[in-house]
T-cell receptor
Framework: KNEVEQSPQNLTAQEGEFITINCSYS?????LHWLQQHPGGGIVSLFMLSSGKKKHGRLIATINIQEKHSSLHITASHPRDSAVYIC???????????FGTGTSLTVIP | DGGITQSPKYLFRKEGQNVTLSCEQNLNHDAMYWYRQDPGQGLRLIYYSQIVNDFQKGDIAEGYSVSREKKESFPLTVTSAQKNPTAFYLC????????????????FGPGTRLTVL
């Protein structure tokens, strides 16, 4: 069983749609991370959060520590948002991260 | 510009050969990591190093070796003992974790795609 589960695995949306990607985890964490991986393979960090909600432009990330659940929302989606979105958690012990399998998002013009 | 570089971007290897993947960072980060990414799976940790001349095995270290002679560099050698080396390899770095609630984020390189022929 993976420590981090994401859904959906694949997502296709029309430009302008509101998108939600979900992440559940089963271990104690010190922080949860949302990452973006473009087709070339490089990964960039979008959010790091341990409580509440963060917003960058059209992206919003929320976390519910009690329910061990996080969501990434994209408002007014655009084709350039097409990428793989990865949820990861870092734990209190050690310096290791645990990664979800990713959600592949395609936004159609 | 500060960042992490990995080379080469694409690498082809014949079975039975060792190959070394380069990872360099100029972010002055203490910790460096190597991950492997396979289709349909999350990133898996191969090795990590928190300080120079020290490194620890991750979840899938068999068939791999690393060194950390300089703070800026953390090369990964894929040996012939690695049974399924074809994968995408990502290097990352972070400031050494300090006590407290918040972990520092990891910064990733562009990756190296290794194919065994």
């Amino acid at each position: 069983k993976n420590e981090v589960e994401q859904s959906p695995q694949n997502l296709t949306a029309q430009e302008g749609e509101f998108i939600t990607i979900n992440c559940s985890y089963s271990v104690g964490i010190s922080a949860l991370h949302w990452l973006q991986q473009h087709p070339g393979g490089g990964i960039v960090s979008l959010f790091m959060l341990s409580s509440g909600k963060k917003k960058h432009g059209r992206l919003i990330a929320t976390i519910n520590i009690q329910e061990k659940h996080s969501s990434l929302h994209i408002t007014a989606s655009h084709p350039r948002d097409s990428a793989v979105y990865i949820c990861a958690v870092s734990r209190n012990t050690g310096n290791q991260f645990y990664f979800g399998t990713g959600t592949s998002l395609t936004v159609i013009p | 510009d500060g960042g992490i570089t990995q080379s080469p971007k694409y690498l082809f290897r014949k079975e039975g050969q060792n190959v070394t993947l380069s990872c360099e960072q100029n972010l002055n980060h203490d910790a460096m990591y190597w991950y492997r990414q396979d289709p349909g799976q999350g990133l898996r940790l191969i090795y990590y190093s928190q300080i120079v001349n020290d490194f620890q095995k991750g979840d899938i270290a068999e068939g791999y070796s690393v060194s950390r002679e300089k703070k800026e560099s953390f090369p990964l050698t894929v040996t012939s003992a690695q049974k399924n080396p074809t994968a995408f390899y990502l290097c990352a770095s972070s400031i050494r974790r300090t006590s407290g609630v918040y972990d520092n984020e990891q910064f990733f390189g562009p990756g190296t795609r290794l194919t065994v022929l």
